[in-house]
C-alpha cells in the first residue's frame, strides 16, 4: 500500500488447525494494490523440476523425507518408498526405523534425528536397516524447515542407497581375490611344469657315452607365451646292448600334461629294460646249454 509496488513470488510459512491438528505449508503468495485494497492469491509451492527430480530418484537409489514437528505428520517420496518396500501413503514410524535398524544404529540414528531440528553441522549419519531379510545401507543428511521466528518446525531428510555400490565392491573385491589366487595357482603350476620339463629330455649318460652315442634335445613351444606341453624324449641303454629311443607327445598342455608326460617315460622304460634284460638272460642260458650238447646254433 505505501509503495504500490505489487509482491510476486514471495513464500510464506502458512499454518492453520484442522481436525485439531495443526497443519504448516509453505505458500507462493502473490499481492497487489488496487485502489484502497490488495487483492492478494496464493498457492502452495511447486517446483517446475519437481517431475524431473522424482524421476531422478530411482537410478540414484534416493529417495527424500519430510517430517512436520507440529503435527507429527510424515511424508515419504516414492524413492524412499521403494529403498523400504514401503506404501508411498504409509510411510514408516521412527519406531519402524528403530527396529529394522541394525543392533549397533539405533543410538547413532537417534542422535542424528535429535541433532537435524537443532541445526547441528552436518547433519549427516550412515545406518544400515534390514529390510525384507536384505541388509541395506543408507547414507542420511538433514536439514531443519525453520519458520520466520528463526525456530524449526519440521526436518526435511534425503537418503541415498549404498547397497548396490557396496554390493558392487563386494564382487569386485572377490573377483580380485579369485584371480589373484588362480594366478598364483599358475604360476605355482608353470614352476613345477618346467621343473618337470627339465626332467624329461635325455641326459648324456657314461653308458651310452660308452658304445659312441650322444643324445640332445631342444623343446621349443608353437607360441612364446604357451604353455608347457606333453611332449616326452627317452634314451637308454638297454641290457643287451641295444639303444632306446622314443618320442612322443601327451595331449594337453600345462602340468596334467606333463605329469602324464613323465608318467608314460617312465612306464614306457620300465617293460623295455625288463623285456631286454630277459631276453639277455634268456641267451645266455641257451648258449650253457649249446656247449653241454656240444651242438652250435646261429
Known amino acids: ?28 503468495y ?45 511424508t515419504w517420496s516414492e524413492g524412499l518408498s521403494r529403498i523400504f518396500h514401503a506404501d508411498v501413503r504409509m510411510p514408516w514410524t521412527l519406531e519402524q526405523l528403530c527396529d529394522a535398524s541394525m543392533p549397533d544404529d539405533p543410538t547413532a540414528l537417534a542422535e542424528f534425528l535429535s541433532s537435524v531440528p537443532a541445526g547441528e553441522e552436518p547433519a549427516w549419519t550412515r545406518i544400515r536397516f534390514l529390510v525384507l531379510g536384505e541388509l541395506r545401507t543408507l547414507d542420511l543428511p538433514g536439514r531443519p524447515v525453520t519458520g520466520t521466528d528463526g525456530r524449526a ?49 635325455p641326459t648324456h649318460s657314461e653308458a651310452l657315452a660308452a658304445v659312441g652315442s650322444t643324445v640332445a634335445a631342444s623343446y621349443r613351444p608353437a607360441e612364446p607365451d604357451a604353455a608347457v606341453g606333453g611332449d616326452r624324449y627317452k634314451c637308454r641303454l638297454l641290457p643287451d646292448g641295444r639303444v632306446l629311443v622314443a618320442i612322443g607327445d601327451t595331449s594337453g598342455h600345462g602340468l596334467d600334461a606333463v605329469a602324464r608326460t613323465a608318467q608314460q617315460r617312465h612306464t614306457l622304460a620300465g617293460p623295455a629294460h625288463e623285456h631286454s634284460l630277459q631276453g639277455r638272460q634268456g641267451s645266455r642260458a641257451h648258449s650253457r646249454g649249446t656247449a653241454r650238447t656240444g651242438r652250435a646254433h646261429p
Open 1 to 28: 500500500m505505501d509503495t504500490g509496488k505489487p509482491l510476486d513470488g514471495l513464500v510464506v510459512d502458512y499454518t492453520e488447525q484442522r481436525l485439531g491438528r495443526i497443519h504448516r505449508a509453505p505458500l507462493l
Open 153 to 201: 518446525w519440521a526436518v526435511d531428510l534425503v537418503a541415498r542407497d549404498l547397497t548396490p555400490q557396496i554390493r558392487s565392491r563386494r564382487r569386485l573385491a572377490e573377483t580380485e581375490r579369485e584371480s589373484d589366487r588362480l594366478r598364483r595357482q599358475t604360476e605355482a603350476e608353470r614352476r613345477v611344469a618346467d621343473a618337470l620339463r627339465e626332467a624329461i629330455p
Open 30 to 74: 502473490s499481492a497487489a494494490r488496487c485502489g484502497e485494497q490488495v487483492p492478494a492469491t496464493w498457492q502452495p509451492v511447486q517446483s517446475q523440476a519437481e517431475p524431473l527430480t522424482t524421476d531422478a530418484q530411482f537410478p540414484a537409489s534416493m529417495g527424500w523425507g519430510h517430517r512436520d514437528l507440529l503435527s507429527g505428520k510424515v
